[in-house]
Nanobody
């Protein structure tokens, strides 16, 4: 079993920054694919960033590319999402997720993720 706990959400003004953290515990190692998803009110859950291959590879959705950076600390079993130049449309509940290595996971396909955290809220005001 794997547990994921997110933290770091909050309220910021447009143009600001936040860093989300996801602490992983249980039966997980750095081969796992770790992703961040978000769900805005009235919208489907959207994948925004993933890191895999022990942190050597990343993939971002077009909506956050160039503004968000995903990273991981293997010693601490923690994944981070640094969010810069935040926009009101980034407002959402952000979820951390983990899955075994697979193409579906690497490309932020939801079926590729077996474990999910409870989420942390990010609110960006204009």
């Amino acid at each position: 079993q794997v547990q994921l706990v997110e933290s770091g959400g909050g309220s910021v003004q447009a143009g600001g920054s936040l860093r989300l953290s996801c602490a992983a515990s249980g039966n997980i190692d750095d081969r796992y694919c770790m992703g961040w998803f978000r769900r805005a009110p009235g919208k489907e859950r959207e994948g925004v960033a993933v890191i895999y291959a022990g942190g050597g590879s990343t993939y971002y959705s077009d909506s956050v590319k160039g503004r968000f950076t995903i990273s991981q600390d293997n010693a601490e079993n923690t994944v981070y999402l640094q969010m810069n130049s935040l926009k009101p449309e980034d407002t959402a509940m952000y979820y951390c997720a983990a899955g075994p290595p697979s193409y579906v996971c690497y490309t932020l396909g939801r079926p590729g993720y077996k474990y999910w955290g409870q989420g942390t809220q990010v609110t960006v005001s204009s």
